[in-house]
């Protein structure tokens, strides 16, 4: 299967969720995710806002800040991904393909390259295999940022036998799920 027939079929399975199940789904993810070595010795957070059948991310931005940390999430900017720090989701505000992103000020941009990055993604398979919407902002990100520690969080249904990649996709480490933790 390529990418396109994996992204159709996990969004058309995301739009069948419903909220209780999301947020079910996603307390098992953050229990496991919180209590990682990765999470703890993290000062600085930065994370993807979820939408649209995605994990529930305003979870644990709301979690982190109570533990102390700093967060940060992304705006994209033409083609480069921004983050910047918020105190809460309601911070938020529809952006780019009505993703909630924060309002971006230069003195509240994120720019630490110790932190722990968490990824979104639609699909991915044991081997740190990774398929986004299309966009690269990820791997790009990365690519510049290559310090970042890297844990992805999806549900259970997410991890396929393998994904496609390609030469500039950037592999993730640690996948949490709301039924493993699985360590490539």
Do not use: N
Request: charge should be negative.
């Amino acid at each position: 299967m390529g990418k396109k027939e994996i992204r159709s079929a996990i969004i058309r399975k995301r739009k069948e969720l419903t909220q209780e199940e999301i947020l079910t789904r996603t307390g098992k993810i953050l229990r496991s995710l919180c209590a990682l070595p990765q999470y703890l010795d993290a000062d600085v957070i930065y994370t993807f806002v979820g939408c649209k059948g995605e994990v529930a991310t305003t979870l644990l931005i709301d979690k982190a800040v109570q533990d102390g940390k700093k967060v940060a999430v992304p705006k994209c900017i033409g083609e480069e991904m921004v983050f910047f720090y918020i105190d809460s989701p309601d911070e938020l505000r529809p952006g780019m393909m009505d993703i909630p992103e924060p309002e971006p000020s230069e003195e509240r941009r994120a720019e630490e390259e110790k932190a722990l990055m968490i990824m979104p993604g639609l699909a991915f398979s044991r081997d740190g295999g990774r398929v986004g919407f299309g966009g690269g902002f990820y791997d790009r990100f990365l690519a510049k940022h290559p310090d970042l520690v890297k844990v992805a969080v999806a549900f259970s249904w997410q991890i396929l036998e393998s994904v496609p990649t390609d030469e500039y996709d950037i592999p993730v480490p640690v996948i949490v799920t709301d039924e493993e933790i699985i360590y490539v």
